[in-house]
């Protein structure tokens, strides 16, 4: 059958529709004909996920054009019926959702078996001239608009995340540095179908587990005299800034590291008052923040806002559902109120006090509550989307930002702990002697992984807590 062949199997699908519709009214029946456009999807989610176990990449990716591109036979004698079925009900969003599913249908079952050039294969088809010629069959034009829509859509956009992976050579623009937040916001849509939430939280801790890999091997090989910067990888988009500010970062150690703050904090809030909690959480993100100017506007920018928030339980004692609620509030003032823009207070802390104070602020509230960290993940998606459009060379600002924010979670959330060893005794002996460059220039970072649990599972137990909570909390919020 051609490709313009389609038609003839959609006027017999028609007749059959009017000749229904004729006996309906001559049975003295009135209600309207009914697609089963339920039915329908069913079928074809299950012949592709019949195939994609059963046969080789090139022959499900020769089906999966067939159906959804040029709309020809496939080797399925219901599939392509079903597809018209969907058509013919006029009803766009669910086409749209039926291709969306289709896809990550086989994606999941790809990348579970790590075959992922058919994955970006899958993406080129959508690429084929055809979708974009002219057609006289009403059936193909509506069809082909659709296909339009989809391939300018934000849903096509997160699509092409999975055929990018992680390889550096492909990278052509500056937020696929940052593939790992923007899967987030997939995997905690609800909306979204299972197979695409499952399979952007697959590829999001594989993203999140080469970053840290690859941040512990740099920072580990770049300090050697003997090596050749040729032949490791900085994972960050800083340059030699990046192992200074790996060291700054892991020199916050001790009595004051933010760890400690944030178990002291956690500790000496938990009878208090939800009022009085709110009062201490400004006072402690406040905490050692060094400009005493900016701290005041800190302060009271973040007072103002937390006054207002939830009065109805000020005298209440503190509960794990207010600190959970209250913490995405303040990550939202923090980032982005309006999941579009960015926050005034964002903008505020960043051109007054540059990338590692409101960086800071944020990890110190993530480590208050670990629940929250999905959410401030997906609010860095928003920032990073809102930039997409600028060059980097015209939002360096914000690269620096995002780039600063992904060191410091990595070191200070993941399951590398990270150590500093001064190697020059003559500022070990004469500490006195030693300023903060000359400090950081004497020392030498080492890794070693942690014992306490895989970071998979910790992920997933964050986004569990997420998706299970905040949806309802925030409706009734």
């Known amino acids: 059958m051609s490709v313009e062949a389609s038609p003839v199997l ?27 456009v339920g039915r329908a999807q069913t079928i074809i989610y299950e012949f592709l996920l019949e195939i994609v176990n059963t046969w080789p990449p090139e022959a499900v990716l020769k089906e999966f054009k067939q159906l959804f591109i040029h709309h020809t036979d496939t ?32 994606i999941n079952n790809w990348d579970l078996i790590r075959n992922r050039k058919p994955i970006r294969d899958l993406i080129q088809l959508f690429h084929d001239p055809i979708i974009h010629r002219p057609t006289v069959s009403p059936t193909l034009k509506r069809l082909r608009t659709w296909l339009c829509k989809f391939v300018n859509s934000q849903d096509f956009q997160e699509l092409q995340l999975f055929a990018t992976r992680y390889d550096i050579e ?16 997939q995997y905690v849509n609800l909306d979204n179908p299972i197979e695409q939430r499952r399979a952007a939280r697959a ?54 590291s933010y760890v ?37 506007t800190l302060k009271k920018q973040l007072s103002d806002k937390l006054s207002a928030l939830y009065p109805e339980h000020h005298q209440k004692p503190l509960s794990s559902a207010l600190l959970l609620r209250t913490c995405n509030r303040v990550i939202e003032y923090l980032t982005t109120e309006d999941h579009y823009s ?7 802390l960043l051109t007054k006090s540059g990338p590692i104070t409101p960086v800071i602020i944020l990890l110190k509230t993530i480590l208050i509550c670990p629940y929250t ?19 980097e060379e015209d939002c360096q600002w914000i690269v620096n930002f995002f780039e600063v924010f992904s060191v410091t979670t990595a070191i200070y959330t993941e399951n590398v702990e990270y150590s500093l060893v001064h190697m020059d005794r003559q500022y070990t002996d004469h500490p006195q002697e030693m300023n903060w460059k000359a400090y950081l220039d004497t020392c030498r970072i080492f890794s070693q992984m942690k014992h306490n649990g895989s970071p998979v599972q910790d992920l997933e137990l964050l986004e569990t807590k997420a998706l299970d909570v905040l949806p309802e909390e925030l409706e009734q919020a």
């Not at 058509?87 to 969003?93: A, D, K, Q």
């Not at 900085?234 to 700054?248: H, Y």
């Not at 938990?270 to 909690?277: E, K, M, P, R, W």
């Open 10 to 36: 959609s006027t017999a699908m028609i007749t059959d529709k009017s000749v229904g519709d004729r006996q309906s009214h001559t049975s003295g029946q009135s209600r309207p004909f009914q697609r089963d």
């Open 75 to 106: 080797i399925s004698s219901s599939t392509l019926p079903s597809l018209y079925e969907i058509v013919f009900s006029n009803h766009e969003e669910e086409f749209l959702n039926t291709l969306k599913r289709s896809c990550y249908i086989l």
């Open 170 to 185: 492909t990278k052509t623009h500056w937020t696929e540095r940052y593939t790992s937040y923007l899967l987030v916001s």
């Open 203 to 256: 590829l999001s801790i594989q993203l999140r587990e080469k970053f840290k890999f690859d941040l512990a091997m740099y920072s580990a090989r770049s300090q050697s005299a003997k090596a050749n910067p040729s032949i490791f990888h900085n994972p960050t988009g800083l340059g030699d800034e990046a192992l200074r500010l790996i060291k700054a970062i892991v020199a916050r150690r001790g009595t004051f």
């Open 260 to 296: 400690n703050l944030a178990n002291i904090f956690i500790n000496q809030t938990q009878n208090l008052s939800y009022q009085d909690f709110k009062q201490s959480l400004v006072d402690y993100l406040a905490f050692s923040v060094m400009n005493n100017e900016f701290t005041s």
């Open 342 to 348: 960015p926050a005034p207070l964002f903008i505020t």
């Open 373 to 391: 960290r999905t959410q401030l993940e997906a609010r860095i998606a928003e920032l990073i989307r809102y930039y997409q459009e600028y060059p």
